[in-house]
């Protein structure tokens, strides 16, 4: 059940909300009749809030547009939801954003009531999330909002990028999607200068410019698993091809993303990928839960072997 007051504030909350609804609408969200309603309208009316009603069999409510909002309100669920959220967005290693994010969370707690503060003070305090991300390279806020806008709207932009080795390269490109992965974030989509698809750190893109043309985004598009294939099919000292003897569904669950690309396979689910390091590689598949057949190269069963006799010298 809705306090008088809460209900006054919640009829303002549906139309920011919503725009225009119907009394009956209105007045079945808040459990009240239609007469008590027309009360809270008016109420809102008599405190300067520009809320129209139009007449007739369809009547409805409509906040006058260019009405400015006033301060939200957040129940104590949306507070500690927000809560979280800023204790995640410490994670995610962009430029200029730990002040605003303490500042957030200074606002939050100037407002709240003293046991809400102590539950978020409790999570603020006793949550602990993996900070690794500190040492990487951060983009900055202004080239992360332009290509998420330019994504959005397909809006074709103008890198100024600098690859690893130091050299500056520039292109024409039409941005998918934007993704965080192993503590960076990329951008992806397709490169003109390549007349491909390629995915670019947005640490290393010193410049974005606006192009006058437009594109078209494939339909599902998913950047995440571009750089993830990106990534894990990247040409190193040793491929190799595993045979799993379980269904996608589980070598999904149990692979970690970076080890390789999975395919199902009518005798169970290949995983193929390449790493420099075999001895690190029978570490990581000697935790499956299931059985596997290494089909190359040879090199690994050696140090399968090796990684079982050291563990059985610990038993």
């Known amino acids: 059940m809705y306090h008088p007051t809460t209900r006054v504030l919640a009829v303002l909350a549906l139309l920011q909300a919503h725009g225009r609804m119907s009394g009956a609408e209105l007045a079945q969200r808040l ?3 239609i007469r008590t309603l027309r009360r809270y309208i008016i109420m809102l009316q008599d405190l300067g ?14 906040l006058s547009a260019g009405f400015k909002l006033p301060p939200m309100m957040f129940t104590n669920e949306e507070a500690l939801a ?3 959220g800023l204790i995640s ?9 730990d002040r605003a994010i303490e500042s957030a969370f200074a606002k939050l707690e100037r407002v709240m009531p003293l046991d809400l503060k102590s539950r978020v003070r409790a999570l603020t305090e006793t949550i602990t999330l993996n900070q ?4 990487s390279p951060a983009p900055s806020e202004a080239v992360l909002s332009a290509l998420s806008s330019a994504a959005q709207l397909k809006q074709r932009v103008h890198l100024h990028y600098q690859s690893p080795q130091g050299e500056d390269t520039e292109r024409d490109f039409d941005a998918y999607g934007l993704t965080y992965y192993q503590h960076k974030w990329y951008v992806v989509g397709y490169c003109h200068l390549r007349k491909d698809l390629r995915s670019f750190r947005l640490d290393r893109i010193q410049q974005v410019k606006e192009v006058d043309a437009h594109f078209e985004r494939p339909d599902g598009f998913d950047p995440l698993a571009h750089v993830m294939q990106a990534i894990v099919t990247l040409p190193r000292k040793h491929p190799f ?8 569904t589980t070598a ?18 290949l995983m193929r990928g390449s790493v420099e390091d075999l001895d690190w590689l029978a570490r990581q598949i000697s935790i499956f839960s299931f059985d596997f057949v290494v089909l190359e190269p040879g090199e690994l069963k050696m140090e399968l072997k090796k990684h079982a006799i050291k563990l059985g010298n610990l038993a």
Do not use: C, M, W
């Open 49 to 62: 809030i520009p809320i129209e009603a139009e007449r007739g069999r369809n009547g409805a409510y409509v």
């Open 82 to 84: 927000l809560t979280v």
């Open 89 to 97: 967005a410490r994670r995610f290693n962009l430029a200029d954003t």
């Open 252 to 269: 999904q669950n149990e692979v970690f993303d970076f080890l390789g690309i999975l395919e199902a396979h009518k005798d169970g689910v």
């Open 31 to 33: 459990e009240v009749n």
């Open 132 to 135: 690794s991300t500190a040492s």
């Open 241 to 248: 091809e595993l045979l799993l003897k379980t269904d996608i």
